[in-house]
């Protein structure tokens, strides 16, 4: 065996153990999943995977690092080429009509594990708060392309879609019926609408009460 290949054998055997992962956890839950049934899975030995993660927990928060919190999504938010604009629409749409992905499960049991195991909760914080970080250089792009006001704050905007995001895989879970098309992306251009520049600009004008008008009239 080169060097070459030698140094690239620990990096294979990762991946396949976060592929394994991934599939018994979704397949099991996590409170249901064993370490020896992932290390089976993945055709290796526990040793092997306590060479490369601490523990069950870590697994569960590398396979979600690792394959993405929002894997349908992955690619738009962080190409820069598409209009922020575009961009939303589509998620917008990928959230009420998209087939929901393994990974996304996997986060939903693994939200519900977090209350019982506060290590799980403060690992899994990371993985959202990195998630988080790419929906907020989304929001600054937006915000360059006058898509949100500068009034607008990151941090609520980027609460906002994640609350959008993890509600869009509990809907899609309990197989709650999407919306009508035409009408989702109404109300998708509405809110945006709504962040927009001249949605600020036009917030500031106060309309003139009709007594400080008449009082503006002529004699």
């Keep these: ?15 396949r ?4 992962a991934a599939r018994v956890f979704v397949e099991a839950g996590y409170d249901g999943t064993r370490v020896v049934d992932i ?19 870590d697994l569960l928060v590398k396979a979600l690092a690792a394959r993405g919190v929002e894997p349908a999504g992955k690619v738009l938010l962080t190409d820069a080429s598409v209009p922020v604009a575009t961009m939303l629409r589509t998620l917008g749409h990928i959230a009420v009509e998209g087939e929901l992905h393994p ?11 977090s209350r019982r195991e506060r290590e799980l909760r ?54 709650i019926p999407p919306p009508d098309p035409k009408e989702w992306t109404r109300l998708i251009d ?24 008449a009082k503006r009239l002529p004699a």
Aim: charged share 25%; net charge positive; proline share 5%.
């Design 17 to 20: 153990l976060l592929d394994a």
């Design 1 to 15: 065996m080169t060097p070459r290949k030698a140094r690239r054998a620990p990096e294979v055997t990762r991946d």
């Design 122 to 175: 403060d690992r899994l914080e990371c993985v959202i708060g990195t998630h988080a970080a790419v929906l907020a250089s989304m929001v600054e792009r937006a915000r360059a392309q006058r898509v949100v006001a500068r009034d607008v704050s990151t941090p609520a905007v980027v609460r906002f879609l994640l609350i959008l995001e993890f509600g869009s895989i509990v809907t899609r879970t309990l197989g």
């Design 103 to 113: 990974t996304e499960m996997l986060l939903l049991d693994a939200a519900t594990a």
């Design 39 to 57: 290390a089976r899975e993945a055709g290796v030995t526990t040793g092997a995977i306590y060479a490369h993660f601490r523990d069950k927990a």
């Design 190 to 213: 509405r809110l945006l609408g709504g962040v927009s520049p001249r949605a600020a600009t036009s917030s500031r004008r106060r309309p003139r009460s009709p007594r400080s008008a």
